[in-house]
């Protein structure tokens, strides 16, 4: 049983201890941007084109594809998507975003899509059964689809 | 000692670090293109602040709204005068404005004592945490004028408590005049202004009460008779309606003949959103069919918090001060409170939208505060030994469940700054036609320029039931 003195701390503490925690937390995250143009809780930034094109971040990709190399695979974090990490040009990341104005975005920066390409596309498209990618990659091949051979990269 | 560690600095260092979170997402988050950038390329052809005005007082039928476009223009000369830096200078109003709400909240509370420095703690938990408040920071238009009209409102209760005087009498009329001519939900100063003279604060002297009756007759005969405005009908607007959300279409079809009844539905609606957090603009989410992708929990958090501390706040409306026995929703700010909810529930009867109860949200928070701070004296005082640990893990089980309500906040900014970012790819050419036709957009170009330099946040990146718990998928 607690005393009264106890229960006065207590009580007092825990009222104000969570918003104490997050004035702390979002305060110094808070300073971290304000100084260096960073937060430091719920803010990440995708570290690769691939990584911005499959989360949906279309400015990013449009900043990035101005340096970036728009063939390059890399290692992508999309976790609305995919369980783990895997490595994806960022066309194949856009496909996985399921948005298809992000595939029109990462062509229109100068991604590539060749026949391999697309095939490769639409497989993963099909894969995911995301109808509105599929639809939208049939415009540039609506053929019958094979995929045996065409390796999904996640 | 180096620091002089009494409640009243913990209260402000609390406040302070509140202030710099808020107002940094805030800064964070570029001009958005949607409800912005029309704006900026209109009033910024305007060729005085004076013609800007003239604009709002004809820019609708139903909205006298010209402080809006003076403080647009305001602001736009500013940005010119220092390199045409938009962003620096409407997103930094917008942070500043946000610092200072907090800080008058603080300033208007004034804990003297532990208890007062704990309730404080909790009470900016509700006050960034309720749904309400995320309308005064995730948007601008391009400035947040909900966000304004609840610093003008709490300004005004501020003054009221002062000693009063010519001077405190001018800024409040001069408040009230802004305010009634920024949103019509500016008119709600008044409101404070008379509840807190009906409480028995004094700061606001009975003349000035009746100068603000003669501007707010003023502003009728403006409205109707020289403007001939009209108010908002059925169907100018979506709004909720039971489980759903109603398309002007459908609100015209279904409400055309009865409009008072969704009129009621509304003004009721929007009271309740603030002490339950339920229904949002009308319509009740969280009796819609459950989505899997968005788990009850959020709804059980935010309905049961809120159920929670309103009836912590009914049990403190309902005591007697200790002085006379005078019923404490009959003080100061719980009446401020009672006016603010049902005068800006009345203002929404056409519409629900959280916004326009943002500032109701303030003064129940400032409410909680005082509700809280006493509870916390009458538990110290009278609750059972045997109990104690329980209302520990009660209070703290509750509190937690607030802050995780507010850090829902922040996530919120950072995901408006990415659909902020996000906007000035997905609603220009090729994607969509551009706000405004290319002749015409001045500004647009730096506008698109700042706007993918700034604020590089990417919510989809964190771990998916993050959002879910904060309502978003």
Redesign the interface.
Known sequence: ??D?RR??V??????????????????A???S??LL?R?L??????RNLS??AG?????????MSAAADLIQPELA????RLREPATLTPLEAAVISERA?MI??VR?RGGRLGADELRTLRCIAEARKDRGTIAYLAQFDASALKCDDVRIPY | MFFDWTPRAAAWI?T???A??????I??IPIQVSDSVEILEGVDRAPSVAVAFAQGLHASKTMLRPMRQVGTRLLLDIAHATGDRYNLVFRGFHAVAAALLIALFTQIARPRD??G??????A??VLTGLHTFGGMTREAYPINHFLLIAIYCLAAFAIAESRGGLVADVVACLLFVIASLTLESGLVVFGVALAAYLAGLRGISRGALIAMAIVAAGYVILRVPLLHMTGNVVGERQTGYGTEMLTTSELRARFGDMSWLLYGYTILCSFLTIPLSQPVAGQWTAFAAWDPQAPPLFFLNDMGTSLVTTAVVVWYLSRRRPPDGRRRWRDPAPLAMIAMLLGSAVLSYAYAKSEIMSAAGVFYALVVYLA?REL?EV??TK?Q??L??V???A??FV??A??WR??GL??RL?RGA?EA??E???RMP??SPPPVQPADARLTPRLLDE????G?????????P?ARLWGEN
Do not use: K
Request: contains cysteine; positive net charge.
């Open positions: 049983m607690l009264a229960f006065r207590l009580l007092t503490a825990a009222v104000a201890a969570p918003g104490v925690v997050v004035a702390l937390t979002t305060g995250s808070g300073l941007a304000w143009d937060p809780v719920l803010a990440p930034v995708p990584e911005a989360n949906r971040d279309v400015a990013d990709v449009v900043v974090r999309i976790p609305l104005y029109r975005l229109d | 609390i302070a670090l509140f710099i979170a808020v107002s940094a997402s800064f964070r532990w208890s420095a704990a309730a404080l703690c909790f900016m938990l809280v916390v538990l110290i609750a030994p045997s104690r640990v209302v520990v893990l209070i703290a509190s937690t607030w802050a507010a850090m922040q996530y950072q990415f970012r996000s000035w790819v997905l090729p994607f706007a993918m330099h700034r590089r946040t990417n919510p989809f990146l964190l771990w998916p993050y």
